[in-house]
């Protein structure tokens, strides 16, 4: 009898410990976007639950309406996913000092950090605190439409001074209504901060989220406007304005090859090809000049929760998504072309990444480019470029001057930021 029962507490004591070491850990993970981006994910999860058995995910997704006002509310209860898919604007909003998301240097092991960028990884960085993984990244570089340079008989200029010299050989060939570029006043923000920081090796914003210009170098930024827009460069604020409020790429001038190129995102270029055909162009680039300034920031990260009680196996899901065979197959490109360096290598071999694909050149042209000063969560961000909006508005007007609109701007800007970053 007492044989039995201790055969039969010991099989119990077995039993338990057998359980306890293939108990179930529950992980959260939310993302928004389309059914695409869904299905890809949730297959994406399905296999790393079946490479980690003692791992479950809970998948909470939506579409981008939205998914800023629920991030919001979780993370003020406390209740935010042990991964959630984020976006570079937001940090301000929820880990100015980098405490609000979980320190991904603490679970190294797990992630395969030696695949991304280390400046990408600078970009999500703050307070010594790598708060996300850029899962891709974006840049704004120039494209140009083949045929309408070719009648204006002006080869892609270089540097600065060609680009300018290019606005009014076009305007001699062609006449008053074609440009070698057309840009919006984010466009221009930009471009501009582009060829300040070659020139100047200085960014207007601070990492902390202030102005960086004295009023004079902030003069010289608008002055530049002026003499681009003097120059038919570009169409000044005043007249794009009278083109209407449809999206740039249905524009009628932009369809019939009267403005000549864009400065734009290279995720993004797709929408402007239709029956055009565009190249990449050269960056243009000052002399001497150690950092293009590119404007480069990831599209999306993927951060682990500040309150995860998780996190290492939050970074392994990660670092599955991003870093593994299968995950990177099952995500494919519904988030755009991977940082990852793995992630590259294995769209690439699998023939699913179209190493002709304009994005993709301007991808490469971006990561090409010498970056030394990384942008900040402020750069574009769209009050920012309302108030910069506004500024050049008045001086096509006439109602002000670049001198008063570097002060004015100066000031209206850094109290929005200060509002930002209390």
Known sequence: MKTKL?????????????????????????????????????AAIERFEAAHPDIKVKAEYTGWDGALTRLTTQIAGNTEPDVMQTNLNWMPIFSKDGNGFYDLKKVKPEIALENFAPAALNTVTFGDKLNGIPVSMTSRVFFYNHDTWTKAGVAYPNNWDELMAAGKAFQSKLGDKYFPIVLEAHDVFAMNRSYMIQTMNKDIL????????????????????????????FPSTKEFASYGKANLYEMRPWLSGEFGGVYMWDSAITKYTDNLTLDLAPYPMAKGAKDAGLLSRPSMMFSVGRNSKHPAEAAKLINFLLNDTDG???????????????????????????????????????????????????????????????????????????????KSFISKANRMLARLTR
């Open 206 to 233: 601070s990492t902390d989220g202030k102005i960086n210009f004295t009023p004079e170098e902030m003069t010289s930024f608008f002055k530049l406007y002026v003499q681009q827009v003097n120059n038919h460069v």
């Open 6 to 42: 201790v055969t039969t507490v010991t099989s119990l004591t077995l039993a338990i410990i057998s359980a306890s070491a293939f108990a179930e850990i529950e992980l959260r993970m939310s993302w928004w976007g389309g059914n695409e981006r869904h299905q890809a994910t949730n």
């Open 328 to 406: 990177i197959k099952a995500l494919g490109l519904t988030r755009g072309i991977p940082l990852s360096s793995s992630g590259m290598k294995v769209l690439k071999s699998e023939g699913t990444l179209d190493e002709s694909n304009l994005a993709f050149a301007g991808y490469q042209q971006a990561l090409s480019l010498p970056q030394i000063i990384a942008s900040t969560p402020y750069t574009d961000n769209a009050q920012l470029i309302d108030i910069f909006s506004e500024e050049l508005q008045a001086i096509d007007y006439g109602e002000s001057t670049p001198e008063k609109a570097a």
